[in-house]
């Protein structure tokens, strides 16, 4: 791999802290991204705040809002979308500008606050005024944001590889998130992320524009440390063990939640209603794509739990 190319990888890599980039060499960029042969059972489009939202519903049971990462798209998730399906009604939906909703005119920017408050308008469209919700990178911001601002709207929650402020990043990541932008275009024709895009976007020309876009949304400074705070409802942080966050700021951010504060007690009296999974061998380019992500988060979002503890054990 020549240098430039080394670079446009770099930064492609350092961008997927809300650009969930494919977890494979630029020289095997001719490979498509991972689809699922899962057929939807309904699928349509829900207008919000002047964004034409692309949703597909898959499964049955219980619903699940699916947020997909940057750059990729509802199908992003591979494999582990029919494992959820199979337990849940699993409503996944093209984030502003990606896949197949369109990023239009009638906003200047990409904004997981704006789409925070889209969520509710596309769930209640599709009759539901409360869901469990699973987000993944910069869908686990958009799901952040939903819990926020409408926390009558979330069930349970689960963030995958998100986090609650810019400086959770390792810091030399931080310069390079800031080079992304539409000069990156046409050196990510060959790439998985571009190919994904052009195959469904209904205008393909609009990449550069994502692009730059999505660069000004990962340049901007945020800190919603007490906004986690505020957070009622049951929620599951799940990350790699080599994620791209930092690991004080994962156990800050399941501090804030309430959790890791004291020893839980025999019988579990002192444990948090909130929960951190920390998947061994996974990065945050792959979570997305891991069975164990499903296997997780799926007991915690039932309200239900894998752990049996010593006396029950006993009295067996």
Partial sequence: MNRSRSVLWTLLVAAAALVAAASVPLQA???????????????????????NYHYRVYGKGEPLLLLHGGLGQIEMFGPVLPLLAKHRQVIGVDLHGHGRTPLGDQRDNISLVDMGNDMPLILRALGHDQVDVLGYSMGAGVAFRLAVQHPESVRRLVLASGGYARDGF????????????????????????????????????????????????????????????????????????????????????????????????????????????????????????????????LPFLDGRSNSTSWAAQVQR
């Fill in 170 to 297: 390792y810091p030399e990541m931080l310069p390079m998130q800031a080079q992304v932008g539409a000069a990156m275009a046409d050196a990510m024709k060959d790439t998985p992320m571009y190919k994904s895009y052009a195959a469904v976007a209904p205008r393909p020309q609009d990449f550069p524009r994502l692009l730059d876009k999505m660069g000004t949304l990962m340049r901007q400074p945020y800190d919603w440390s007490e906004d986690v705070k505020k957070l009622g409802m049951p929620v599951m942080l799940i990350y790699g063990d080599s994620d791209m966050f930092r690991p004080e700021h994962i156990i800050k951010f399941y501090q804030l939640l309430g959790g890791g504060l004291r020893d839980a007690g025999w019988g579990r009296e002192h444990m948090s209603k909130n929960r951190l999974a920390i998947l061994p061998g996974q990065t945050h380019y792959e979570l997305f794509l891991s069975p164990a992500l499903a296997s997780t988060a």
């Fill in 29 to 51: 960029s001719a490979a498509q991204p991972p689809q699922t042969t899962l057929k939807p059972v309904k699928i349509g489009t829900v207008a919000a705040n002047g964004v």
